[in-house]
Every structure is written in structure tokens, then in C-alpha cells.
């Protein structure tokens, strides 16, 4: 008597710390129905009581269908969705450069990219690649495929950015030494290099030799394909002292006297692998490691 019933306060949730949260702070995180937990009601969202790095878990879990799905329940899902991806693969044609500081803005933790155009369509151009790089500057992996318009200026801007790169795959691109020299030269933790149909090497009869660079030190394997006088990766290859695997497929040109260099310098590698060179080495087995010829192994 005289006493008056207490009223359960709201639960406040502190937001994390890696992940931004999508509300304010001061506001206390509650079912659309305004329902606790403790009510009965089948309505209530117990998502709510999770913290924002464990929804990240859950959607690291999901297929890439799912996950886009899940991204659009609610504002929060979403911007956590976008905070916690960290690899993402768009389609590279050139209607993509008017997207890039929106998409980026949401995706702002990507680390492993993949851009792919098709071979009919027109790429994206050294002005997006430069956005990108701006916007994803601890870019660890990189994958371009067909991206025709990107000239060697975009691969400089794009290698000053991100120093950070451990594995670089391009195919069909037609930037040439210039830019690849770039990439060599400022990616210091470099690891992985496959190169195939690179256009911009064919450009002249004597192309401009590729590497060493600073990346020689790091790089543990190198796969070129379909690349018209080879021979110009020469100074990156002789030079790679910690080089562990060396693949060539289709690619013309003499290789006897970098193989014997190779033989000489670099003690790391156990893996050789040649397919389809239109000139065979005469001695492979100077190299003293595990060699592959027309995916025949020889020991």
C-alpha cells in the first residue's frame, strides 16, 4: 500500500567496436512491436540480443545467394552485411565507374577483389580502377579479367595505393611492362604473379623487360600463359630468390639460357612446370627439381 509497481527499464546494447552500428547509441535496440523477450510473443526479434560480430560469423556461413537475401531484412543487417564482407567479385563493364564510390562506400572492408569483364563488352577504364584503389587501399588480393581499357597509368595509380597486395592474376588486359613494372616495384609483399594474354607485351619486337622490383624478394610463384616473348619476365624470374614454383604454359620463345640462370641462382625451387613451349629447353634437368612437362611430372 502507498507503493507503486516498478517498471523494467530497457536493455541498452552497446555497439561494437569493430563493426558500426546502425542505430544511435543512446537508443536501446527493440523489436518493431516494442516486445521483450520475456513477453511470449512469437514476434519478437531476438536477432537484437546478438552482437554485431555475431551476426558477421552468420553470414560468413552463408552462400552468396543467402547472404545477399539476408542483406535486405532489415537496415542493420545490411550495414553489418557490408562491413564484414571481405571478398567481392563485380562485372567489370564500364557502367561500373558510376557505381564505385556508393558500392565501395557500403563494401569499405573488401580485401580480396575480383573484377571481370566480358570479352563483348567494354571495361572499366583507368578512372575506376583509380576510384577502387582509393577506396581499397588493403587490397590483398586482385583478379582482373578482360579489363581492356586499362592503360599502365591506372596500373601505377592502382600499385602506389595498394601496397598491401599479396596475390595478382591478370587475363586478356592490355596495360603493358610499364605497368606491371609498377605493380612490381611498390607491392613488396607480393607472393603470387600469374600473367596470361597480356596485350600490352606484344606491342614491338623488343618489349621493355619486366622486374625485378622489390616484389622479387617476396614472390614464391609466378604462372605465365599464352604471353608472346615470355622472355621479358626474365629479369623478375632470375632475380626471385625465394621462387618456389614456375609455370609456363603456351609461351613462345627460347628458354634454355633463363632456365640455367634459374638453375643458378634460386636454391627454393621444387616446382617446375612447362606446357606447350614451342621451343623445348635442351637441358631441364639442370634445375634439379620437380619438373612437369605436358602435365607429365618428371623427377
Given at each position: 500500500?502507498?507503493?507503486?509497481?516498478?517498471?523494467?527499464?530497457?536493455?541498452?546494447?552497446?555497439?561494437?567496436?569493430?563493426?558500426?552500428?546502425?542505430?544511435?547509441?543512446?537508443?536501446?535496440?527493440?523489436?518493431?512491436?516494442?516486445?521483450?523477450?520475456?513477453?511470449?510473443d512469437?514476434g519478437?526479434?531476438?536477432?537484437?540480443?546478438?552482437?554485431?560480430?555475431?551476426l558477421?560469423?552468420?553470414?560468413?556461413?552463408?552462400?552468396?545467394a543467402?547472404?545477399?537475401?539476408?542483406?535486405?531484412?532489415?537496415?542493420?543487417?545490411?550495414?553489418i552485411?557490408?562491413?564484414?564482407?571481405?571478398?567481392?567479385?563485380?562485372?567489370?563493364?564500364?557502367?561500373?565507374?558510376?557505381?564505385?564510390?556508393?558500392?565501395?562506400?557500403?563494401?569499405d572492408a573488401?580485401?580480396?577483389?575480383?573484377?571481370?569483364?566480358d570479352?563483348?563488352?567494354?571495361?572499366?577504364?583507368?578512372?575506376?580502377?583509380?576510384?577502387?584503389?582509393?577506396?581499397?587501399?588493403?587490397?590483398?588480393?586482385?583478379?582482373?579479367?578482360?579489363?581492356?581499357?586499362?592503360?599502365?597509368?591506372?596500373?601505377?595509380?592502382?600499385?602506389?595505393?595498394c601496397?598491401?597486395?599479396?596475390?595478382?592474376?591478370?587475363?586478356?588486359?592490355?596495360?603493358?611492362?610499364?605497368?606491371?613494372?609498377?605493380?612490381?616495384?611498390?607491392?613488396?609483399?607480393?607472393e603470387?604473379?600469374?600473367?596470361?594474354?597480356?596485350?600490352?607485351?606484344t606491342?614491338?619486337?623488343?618489349?621493355?623487360p619486366?622486374?625485378?622490383?622489390?616484389?622479387?624478394?617476396?614472390?614464391?610463384?609466378i604462372?605465365?600463359?599464352?604471353?608472346?616473348?615470355?622472355?621479358?619476365?626474365?629479369?623478375?624470374i632470375?632475380?626471385?630468390?625465394?621462387?618456389r614454383?614456375?609455370?609456363?604454359?603456351?609461351?613462345?620463345?627460347?628458354?634454355?639460357?633463363?632456365?640455367?640462370l634459374?638453375s643458378?641462382?634460386?636454391?627454393?625451387?621444387?616446382?617446375v612446370?612447362?606446357?606447350?613451349?614451342?621451343?623445348?629447353?635442351?637441358?631441364?634437368?639442370?634445375?634439379?627439381?620437380?619438373?612437369?612437362?605436358?602435365?607429365?611430372?618428371?623427377?
Amino acid at each position: 500500500m502507498g507503493q507503486s509497481s516498478s517498471t523494467s527499464r530497457p536493455v541498452s546494447f552497446k555497439p561494437a567496436a569493430v563493426i558500426s552500428p546502425s542505430v544511435s547509441e543512446s537508443e536501446p535496440r527493440r523489436s518493431p512491436a516494442g516486445l521483450e523477450p520475456d513477453s511470449g510473443d512469437v514476434g519478437y526479434d531476438y536477432t537484437l540480443n546478438l552482437p554485431d560480430e555475431c551476426l558477421a560469423c552468420i553470414f560468413h556461413s552463408l552462400s552468396a545467394a543467402d547472404r545477399k537475401r539476408s542483406s535486405l531484412v532489415c537496415r542493420r543487417w545490411l550495414t553489418i552485411d557490408g562491413q564484414s564482407r571481405h571478398r567481392l567479385s563485380l562485372n567489370a563493364q564500364s557502367q561500373l565507374a558510376s557505381a564505385v564510390p556508393k558500392l565501395f562506400s557500403r563494401f569499405d572492408a573488401v580485401t580480396k577483389l575480383g573484377l571481370k569483364c566480358d570479352r563483348r563488352s567494354v571495361s572499366i577504364g583507368d578512372d575506376a580502377l583509380i576510384q577502387i584503389s582509393l577506396k581499397c587501399r588493403n587490397l590483398t588480393r586482385l583478379k582482373l579479367r578482360a579489363c581492356r581499357e586499362l592503360t599502365d597509368l591506372g596500373m601505377a595509380v592502382l600499385a602506389e595505393n595498394c601496397r598491401s597486395l599479396q596475390k595478382f592474376s591478370c587475363g586478356s588486359c592490355s596495360f603493358g611492362p610499364k605497368g606491371m613494372n609498377a605493380l612490381l616495384e611498390n607491392c613488396a609483399l607480393l607472393e603470387e604473379l600469374s600473367v596470361k594474354r597480356l596485350r600490352g607485351i606484344t606491342d614491338g619486337a623488343a618489349p621493355e623487360p619486366i622486374g625485378p622490383g622489390k616484389a622479387a624478394a617476396s614472390l614464391k610463384v609466378i604462372c605465365l600463359k599464352d604471353i608472346y616473348n615470355g622472355q621479358c619476365f626474365g629479369p623478375l624470374i632470375s632475380e626471385a630468390k625465394n621462387l618456389r614454383s614456375l609455370k609456363l604454359f603456351r609461351c613462345s620463345g627460347d628458354w634454355d639460357k633463363l632456365l640455367e640462370l634459374v638453375s643458378v641462382r634460386i636454391d627454393s625451387l621444387v616446382e617446375v612446370h612447362l606446357e606447350r613451349i614451342q621451343q623445348w629447353p635442351k637441358n631441364v634437368n639442370c634445375l634439379g627439381s620437380s619438373i612437369s612437362m605436358d602435365g607429365k611430372r618428371i623427377e
